[in-house]
């Protein structure tokens, strides 16, 4: 047996995050040292560049990491062109728009999520509310608007005319796969502190009442103030299953890199998984020193990182670019 650092060290896997954006990483500073480069914000898709911006902006003008993330998360929450996030939307196999949230504070470990949440557009707001006013973690269904409702969280109309004509071409067809992406934000900020968000309506044209990883705790975000954060995009199943945004954290916390945390945790489901590779799962992370990192399973995913001075959209690494091969039980990413 090797270890993971030596296999790391020595596979392609190490040459591919090198030139995969994943390497692109902060140089290592003290977290209770503020630097030109905090608040990092590092969110998934490049519509996370808009949100990260806000976030930044809302730093600067004095507010906290959760502000941020709730700011931040919004911008994509509202942008009626996501289909796959807040107003915009994808319905569900009913025609009805049902959103799920989460939201974490690193300072006491403390976390908010609603799930299957109908008529309300900013569900991470809402997660943030359960967090600070009730001593639940997570609200579902219409217990979560119930509440909503009740701390001033205006009912809206979530179905637009573009997401619901998608969904009649679909009742006709019953075929097609819009896809299924999530907004994840994390942020670290300049007193060291770590903060996260997890936003999406889920996977189009899904049963009523399906809830994926995003509004659940260490799938599809987790949020450790001590290590790092991450967050997740893609088919949630494959993500809930093996509680992947824990499990990157957990290895960073051994010593990985956050790149190499995502990929690993990609190879470690991708072994037990029968799917192998073919999971469209894609992850984000950032510890404590203010190092970030991306991978997915397949090619397309690009993630968007901002610090003052800075604000670009990265590809991620591609594992499916690497041949993934099983050896003595294990897979190991062989290369080219």
């Known amino acids: 047996?090797?270890?993971?650092?030596?296999?790391?060290?020595?596979?392609?896997?190490?040459?591919a995050l090198a030139g995969a954006g994943c390497q692109r990483e902060q140089?290592?500073?003290?977290?209770?040292?503020?630097?030109?480069?905090?608040?990092?914000?590092?969110?998934?898709?490049?519509?996370?560049?808009?949100?990260?911006?806000?976030?930044?902006?809302?730093?600067?003008?004095?507010?906290?990491?959760?502000?941020?993330?709730?700011?931040?998360?919004?911008?994509?929450?509202a942008d009626l062109s996501n289909s796959s996030v807040g107003a915009g939307g994808l319905p569900n196999a009913e025609g009805v728009v049902q959103l799920d949230a989460c939201i974490m504070a690193g300072p006491g470990h403390r976390a908010g999520s609603v799930a299957a949440l109908e008529g309300i557009g900013h569900p991470v707001a809402v997660a943030r509310k359960v967090m600070e006013s009730t001593p639940h973690?997570?609200?579902?269904?219409?217990?979560?608007?119930?509440?909503?409702?009740?701390n001033g969280f205006p009912e809206v109309d979530l179905r637009t005319p573009e997401a619901t004509a998608k969904w009649r071409e679909w009742q006709a067809t019953r075929d097609g796969d819009p896809g299924h992406d999530t907004i994840a934000l994390l942020v670290l900020m300049p007193d060291g502190n770590l903060?996260?968000?997890?936003?999406t309506s889920g996977l189009a044209f899904k049963l009523p009442g399906r809830v994926g990883d995003s509004p659940i705790i260490g799938s599809g975000l987790y949020v450790d103030n001590e290590v790092g954060a991450a967050g997740a995009t893609g088919l949630g199943e494959n993500v809930m299953r093996y509680c992947a945004s824990f499990l990157i954290v957990e290895l960073m916390r051994r010593g990985a890199?956050?790149?190499?945390?995502?990929a690993e945790a990609i190879l470690r489901t991708a072994r037990q998984d029968p799917k192998g590779i073919d999971l469209?799962?894609?992850?984000?992370?950032?510890?404590?020193?203010?190092?970030?990192?991306?991978?997915?399973?397949?090619?397309?995913?690009?993630y968007a990182v901002t610090y003052p001075g800075y604000s670009e959209v990265l590809p991620s690494l591609a594992l499916s670019d690497l041949k993934v091969k099983a050896v003595g039980g294990h897979l190991e990413a062989t290369g080219d």
């Open 137 to 150: 973690v997570m609200l579902a269904g219409a217990g979560a608007k119930k509440f909503a409702l009740e």
């Open 27 to 77: 140089p290592t500073e003290s977290m209770s040292t503020p630097t030109s480069q905090r608040p990092l914000i590092v969110s998934t898709w490049p519509f996370g560049k808009p949100a990260n911006e806000q976030a930044l902006a809302t730093v600067r003008a004095g507010g906290s990491g959760l502000d941020a993330v709730v700011a931040g998360i919004g911008v994509a929450e």
């Open 280 to 302: 469209s799962i894609n992850f984000i992370a950032i510890d404590k020193q203010g190092r970030w990192g991306a991978a997915g399973t397949g090619k397309g995913f690009a």
């Open 257 to 262: 890199t956050p790149g190499e945390a995502c």
């Open 195 to 199: 903060y996260g968000g997890c936003s």
């Open 1 to 15: 047996m090797i270890t993971r650092r030596h296999f790391l060290a020595r596979s392609p896997l190490a040459l």
